[in-house]
C-alpha cells in the first residue's frame, strides 16, 4: 500500500505496475483517502475506513475522468469527518438505496388490501388511476408534504368530486401507514399526515313521494328484468343497502320473528334489519331456485348480480325519474318513516347508522308533523294570546 502525498499532478502521472492490474495509492495526510490506478488507464478515488464494527468499508468518491482532484479531496475530508463523528456512510448510502419507489410500495399495499378488502376493487383503481401516474417513481422519501396537498388541490380542481379526492387522500395516507408499520426503509415520515380532508356535503336531497314510487314500480314491473320489480320493492320497503340485498341469503330471512341477517355491513359488523308485513309479502312473492342460497339471485348465472345498472335505468327513466339512484331507494324509506313521526334513533337503527348524526339529515321531514302538533295547539288558543287570530 504505497503512500504519497497525493495532489492533482500526481494523479495525473500515476501508472499502473507492469504485471499488476491495479494498484492503490493512499494519502498521507487524509486517512483513507486513495487513488486507485488500473493498468487500463482508468483512475478512481476512494474512501476506505473501518466502520464501528471494525468492517472494513469502502465508498466511491468518483472517477478521475469525471471530477478533478479538488473535488475529490473536499469529498474525502467530508467523508472522513463522518467517520469519526462515528458514523457510516457506506451504511447511509445504502440505506439510501434501500428505500423503495411508492411503486414498489403500492404493490405490497395492493396485495396486503386484497387478502382482506370487500372494496379491493376500489382501491386498485384509485391507486391505477389516481395515484401511481404521479408518485410511482418516487422514493418514499422524495415524496414531500407540500406537494401532496398540492397534487389533491389539482386533484379537486379537475372535476373530482370532494368525496373522490378524500378517499384517494386517504388511500395514499394509508400506504404510508402501512410502510410504517412494515418498517418499511424511508417510511419514517408520513408525507400525507397533517393534509386536511376536503369539505364534503354528499346529503343528496332525493326522496320519492308516493306517486313517484308507484310509477318506479309499474316501470319495474314491465322490465326485461324479472328481479328489478322486486330489488326496488324490498330497498324501498327495507332502507337495506344495494349490496346487502344482492348478497341477501335464504337463511338470513326469520319469517316468525320478521327479521334479516346482514352478516357483515358496511362497517363490519353483523346486523338485523326489521321485516314489514309488506316485506314479507314481497319476499313470499320471490322465485326460488334448486340448490340456489342467495335471495335475489341473476336467473341466468344463479348468483349474485354483478350489475342491473341497463335495468334500473331502464325503468327509472320510463317512470319520469332520470338522474334517481339507487341509493336513493334507501332515503326514501328513511323519509317514509320520518314523516311518520318515527324519531331519528329509530329510524338511524333500522338503516344501520353508527351515530345519530348520519340521520340528521332526515330531520327536517319529521318537521311536518312537529308542525301539525304546535298548529293545532295553536288552534285550541285562537282568539286568547292574539285577538285578531
Known sequence: MPKTNLSAAFVRQATCPAGKRKIDYYDQSITGFVAEVRSTGGKTYYLRYQDPHERQRQLRIGSAADITFEQARKKAIQLRSQVVLEGDPAAEKEARRAIPTYGELAVQHLAYAKSYQKSYSSTEINLRVHILPRWSKLKLTEIHQKDVAIWLAQKGGEGLAPATVEKIRVLFHRSFELARRWNVVGSETNPVKGIPRMRIDNARERYLSRDEIRRLLRACEASINPQLKYIVALLTLSGARKSELLFAKWNHIDIERQLWLIPTSKNGKHRYVPLSQAALTIIDQLPKFDNCPWLIPNPETRQPFVSFKHSWETARDAA????????????????????????????????GHQNIASSQRYSHLANDKLLAAVEAGAAKMKGVLLPAL
Open 320 to 351: 319520469g325519474l332520470k338522474g334517481l339512484h339507487v341509493h336513493d331507494l334507501r332515503h326514501t324509506a328513511a323519509s317514509l318513516m320520518a314523516a311518520a313521526s318515527i324519531d331519528l334513533y329509530t329510524i338511524g337503527k333500522v338503516l
